[in-house]
């Protein structure tokens, strides 16, 4: 069994078709295709099924190559599209590329549909991986800033910060692949490196790219290469050099070297292939180097990235776990280990979280992860329960969670507030004036009456500015802001009660929402530049009377570098992003120039056969042979002759629904001979011949005419 390819075949033949399909399975290829010549069908296919590869005829009734292009680019399909046609011209194959075809075949050479089908299908293989890998980078840059997102919105409303979690998983892959034949000539000016080798080791050519690299080498002073490509230079061979073993046994082979360039050292991907005679020997090897120094530096520092990115996972303060559908623990950080009592060992992929709930909060949690694994948004994200360590011991616990994008993965962040709802418990008892203080924590607050006095000042103000509340309450005359700016000023607390341009002026931003004023400030907090957030309102009685003012602070310097982060790592994707559009852009035109020495080729072979093939046919002719002997030489060498004529080709591109022996008939018809002879040679009844004489007559638009078939045929010579 070949491997299995799904096909869509766009051809109003079935002839055609089955043409295709039978040249795929000799290539090694099992396909699995489908038949279609309307646009309505294609359309009706590519939303039915998944295709591999898409071959399409240039010119059908009613439809043609150009519209299915058009389709399968408005449809958002990247599957590779090849055209397959007898009378497309250069220029009309070049517009086609252009529009977005990958290749063009044609009919009458269907031995190129095959390599055509292979490189395609492998550089769809390597568009997919990119995507993903971009796909991928984007995710994971969007499920960060998001966590971020929340992180941030949660502080306003706990006593103690909540630390980002952050996981980012980043793959890259980078995949080029080798050509299965080389060039027998250097191409200059393409992008890559491209060097002549001799049998020797000896340099015979350079191409412009290598000599930009290699400024000093004189190529026609025959260097040696192993000599002059290093620095400094070397005596032997290199171990793994692909050229060395080439010009031993004529073989393609590929390998990434390590080549010294005075202080540095230089990663070239090296793909060497065999120049030979006409008979067979190898008289010299093509070098192909790409200079993948960046790309190999970028995948390293990919890999430093995602360490990182696992460092702050486990280093974080809140314990933090990945939870797969079926409720497995698949990963815990070292808080986690510290506050379950549980080693890695014993938790990951071993223990379901519904292990560590208290059994009174069982049943809602477990409904919760029921109602995310269908619809992420209806279930809760923050919520309060009670855990339970390897102890026994209960504790409560705060919780975030959310979905890891383009997974069934959860990962939870768990902050132990039993101290906190001990406080709260404290403080719900406490007076009503200082009840709005509560609605700010965890953020470092204070609070002053209509005089300036401080009224309040929470714990989280004393660990941020070091100032004790004894030390600070009662007092006036903005001693408040000595720890913030080492002076007394008014701040912003101040502007509740008036309005101020000039203490304005000393803050980053500020603005009001309703009687709510926020802002953002540099201070020199504690002998360090810190930036702060601020938020300010009133306090009223019961009666609605303004009876001070309270303010909540955050240190949010560490959000904002990581904001600065977060946009650097944006500059360094797209111009990561700029290498691989450019790289691909150069393969393309490689890939083009191929397909012109191919061109060339296939003339040469074409002048080599008149040569070297025709003179024996005369030979033969002139041997003494039996009639029907000479009968078939006669027919081989009209054959081989229309092969290099016009006539086939205008008959195939001109009558494009002409069945293969209807061809073969038409050239002996045209040749003279009866349908009697025709029917001998061919090894068929004379009626078959006959059928097919009456086909060839209708698609020639001569039937019900009395011009002669064979004059006729004699005038498409």
Known sequence: MGKSIRVLIIEDSESEAFLAVRMLAQGGYDPIYERVDSLEDMKEALQRDVWDLILSDYSMPGFSGVAALTLVKEMGLDIPFILVSGKIGEETAIEVMKAGAHDCVMKYNLKRLIPAVDRELKEAVVRQERTQVEEALKQAHSSLEKLVMERTSELSTRNEQLNEVIEKYSQTEKSLKASEERYRSLVENIGIGISLISPEMEILTLNNQMKKWYPDIDSTKRPICYRVFNNPPRETVCSYCPTHKTLQNGQVYESVTETSAGDEIKNYRIISSPVKDMEGNVIAAIEMVEDITSSKKMQEALQESEIKYRTIFETTAASTIIVEEDTTISMVNTEFERQSGYSKEEVQGKKSWTEFVAKHDLERMKRYHNLRMTDPDAAPRNYEFQFQDKGGRIRDAFLTIAMLPG??????????????????????????????????????????????????????IEDMTGVKAPDM?????????????????????????????????????????????????????????????????PLYDSKGNVVGAIESIRDITNRKRAEEALKKRERDLKAKSNNLEELNAALKILLRQREADKDELEEKVLANFKQLAMPYIEKLKKSRLKNKEAAYVTILESNLINIISPFSNKLSSQYLNFTPKEIQIANLIKEGKTSKEIAELLNVSPGTVEFH???????????????????YLLTLS
């Open 407 to 460: 997974t069934t993965k959860t990962v939870i962040s768990l902050l132990d507030i039993t101290k906190r709802k001990s406080v709260e418990e404290a403080l719900r008892e406490s007076e009503q004036r200082l009840s709005d203080i509560i609605d700010f924590l965890p953020d470092a607050t204070f609070a002053v009456d209509p005089n300036g006095k401080v009224i309040a000042w929470n714990r989280a």
């Open 473 to 537: 309450m009662g007092k006036g005359d903005y001693e408040y802001a000595l720890p913030f700016y080492g002076m007394r000023r008014p701040i912003m607390i101040d502007l509740v009660f008036i309005s101020d341009k000039d203490i304005e002026k000393k803050y980053l931003f500020i603005k009001k929402e309703g009687n709510v004023l926020l802002s953002e400030a540099e201070v020199p907090l504690k002998g360090q530049r810190r930036v702060l957030w601020g938020k300010a309102g």
């Open 693 to 711: 004489r009456e086909n060839i007559r209708k698609k020639l638009n001569l039937k019900n005419k009395k011009d002669n078939l064979r004059s």
